[in-house]
Each structure stands twice: as C-alpha cells, then as structure tokens.
C-alpha cells in the first residue's frame, strides 16, 4: 500500500507540475525555438573547433553566419506570446486532473502485468550493468571509426579498451589502425606487439617480437618493449640473455616503477633472481644435488655466515648486494631493508663504494 500511496503522490505532482501555468495569466516568454537552435549551432562549433574537426577559418566564416541570424531572429519575435482565456485553461485544468489518472489505468491494463511479481534482487544485482554500458560504449566508438576511420585519436583511444575487454585481435587491429594514423612512436610499437602476445596465449611470436624490436630501435628504453624481449629470450630457452635483459632494465628503472616488482619476479624464475641466493658457484654447484629440503637449510645456514661476517668486517660491497638478495629471494623483505641499512651505515665513509652499493640495492628494488 506504501508503495501505491507513493506512486498517487508522484502523480498529483505530475498533473499539478502540468497544470499550474493553465491557471495563470500570460507572461513573457522567453525567446522562441529558432534562437534556441541557433545558440546550440555556436556551441557545437566552439567544440567542433576545440576537438580539431574544422579548421579556424571555416569556423569563424560559420560562427559569424550564424551569429547574424540569430540577431534576426531575436529581432523578429514578439516579446510576449498571446494570451488565452482563463476560464477555458480553467476548464482544461479540471478535466487533465480527472481525466490523466482515468487514462493511464485504462492503457495500463491491457498493456500492462499488474499481477506479475517483483523481479529478485538477487537477479537484479547480477545484471552486468556496467560491463554492458562499456560494451555499448565501444560499439559507440566502433561505429563512428566506420564512419571516420581516419580518425587517429579513436583508435588510440579504443585499442586498450578492447585489449582490456579481452578481444585482443579487435585490439591488434585497432592498434595497426593507430599507427597508420597517429605515425610511429615506441609505445604504439610495443603496444601492439603486447596485443599480438596477449591474442597467441601470452606467447611471444615472431610478429610480436618483431614490433618489440622496432619499438626498442624507437626507444633504446621503452620498458614494455625490453621486458617482452626478455619474455621471447625465456620463451626460446635462452635464460641468460633474458636474465641480462631484465637486469639492465632494472638497473635503469625509476626506483617507483609500476613495473618494477614484475620484472623482479621473471628474473627469479629464470634464475637471475632465482629461488636460490647467489651466494658463490661452488655452494650453487655443490646444492644441485641435493633434496630441495636439505638444500634450502644448506642456503639459510650460508646466509646466515655471510650475515655474520658481513657485521664483522662490511666492506665488501659486493657481499652485501649478495645478502640482500638472498634476503629477498626467500622471502624475507624486513631482513633485506636492515641489511641494506647496516650496508650504508658500514660503508659511509668510503664514497665510491657507497655509490656501488646504491646503484646495487636501486637493481633489487630497495631504493638508492
């Protein structure tokens, strides 16, 4: 009944919203449809101008053609519209009120499901609302690039929308689309030879690994281009040339680098990093052998010598940078932020080796 008593009030609000100017003298209007139009006409050019769609001249040729038949429009419209009688906007009134109610029940109920029961919320709440609204976006966007396919700035826009969605040979296409249009540039390179990646299964292809080459020529630097080259070295069984690869990239990383902690984990997995520290070759070649239980206590018991000689005598810049890692590669972060602290504290006075350790621990992530 809360409900029905909701629905009354909202349209007796309605009609009274409807009917109250019939029940008041005429006034002054404001002016008419034609100068509506031609004001909404200005403002499209301002944003047709703005997005780069027409060139200034045209704009301004068009602006004052516009501006001067909105003058003559103003000019020509009555100030006040003409008035009617009360008493029949009266009559009007009365019979909208009794009337509009009387209507809408009686088109309701053929057209209508009175009796049909509330759809679950349950139901409700897994309707993919906003998925669908971004899918409609995108056939937005996709029908005005048939119309202008030309368009460079569509297509960079909707190439990421569509890897995102997962359509990724949409997205490969939308992203040669984008290179046609916008021109070369190290991004777009890399770009779409992470699409070409993402639509072989995560495999770095021939194709791709060709547009990761031409956007590494680009940009001796682009880090998406350098890590998928690292990838395809992986892919192919050359660990070492990846592990190179992500070293270097790492070495040149912005100590914030978003991308930073997952180039970190590939150099792990290809043993750069890997799941043992890199303490000294012949510990390494002497634990291969060995049951990976007896061989992780092997690694810690090293750890924890190298750690005690470290506190003894710290000079060696190079044994510190290897026990942060080892630090890191068992998992143990607080550990590698103290040894990395006691490394600085044991090397201040010696600026050369306070360089090489900075350089060292910005390459493990830590900072300089």
């Known amino acids: ?19 109250w100017p019939l029940g008041r003298k005429g006034r002054a209007q404001d ?29 301004e040729a068009a602006r004052v053609e516009i501006s001067r038949r909105l003058l003559a429009a103003a000019a020509s419209e009555p100030a006040t519209a003409p008035t009617s009688n009360v008493t029949w906007r009266r009559v009007a009134a009365v019979l909208a009120l009794a009337g509009l109610p009387l209507v809408a029940l009686g088109v309701y109920m053929p057209l209508g499901s009175p009796k049909l029961q509330d759809f679950p919320l349950a139901q409700r709440e897994r309707v993919p609302g906003r998925a669908q609204s971004l899918e409609n976006l995108v056939a937005q966007v996709q029908q005005h690039l048939e119309k202008n396919p030309t368009d460079g700035r569509g297509w960079n826009v909707l190439a990421p929308v569509l890897q995102r969605l997962g359509r990724f040979d949409d997205a490969v296409r939308a992203y040669r689309n984008s290179l046609t249009y916008n021109g070369e540039s190290a991004e777009r390179r890399a770009d779409l030879g992470e699409a070409l990646s993402a639509a072989a299964g995560g495999v770095v292809t021939a194709e791709a690994k060709t ?39 790492l070495a040149k990383a912005p100590a914030d680098a978003p991308w930073r902690a997952l180039v970190q984990t590939s150099l792990a997995r290809v043993g750069g990093g890997g799941t043992m520290p890199a303490l000294s070759d012949e510990a390494i070649a002497a634990s291969k052998d060995m049951a990976e239980g007896d061989r992780n206590a092997m690694v810690r018991g090293m750890v924890e010598r ?18 942060v890692r080892a630090y890191l590669v068992m998992g143990e972060r607080d550990k590698a932020m103290g040894a990395s602290a006691d490394a600085r504290q044991a090397v201040a006075s010696d600026g050369e080796r306070l360089r090489q350790l900075n350089e060292g621990l910005r390459t493990l992530g830590l900072g300089g």
């Open 1 to 19: 009944m809360t409900l029905w008593f909701v629905f009354a009030l909202m349209t007796v609000a309605a009609i009274f919203a409807v009917l």
């Open 211 to 249: 547009e990761f080459e031409r956007a590494q020529a680009l940009d001796a630097d682009d880090p998406k281009a350098n890590y998928f080259l690292g990838l395809a070295a992986e892919q192919d069984g050359r660990k070492d040339d990846a592990a190179t690869i992500w070293r270097a990239l």
């Open 306 to 323: 190298l750690a005690t000689r470290l506190k003894q005598n710290g000079d060696d810049v190079e044994s510190w940078l290897r026990l």
């Open 31 to 59: 002016q008419g449809s034609e100068v509506a139009v031609y004001k909404d006409q200005l403002a499209e050019i301002e944003r047709d101008l703005a997005a780069g769609m027409i060139p200034a001249p045209d704009a």
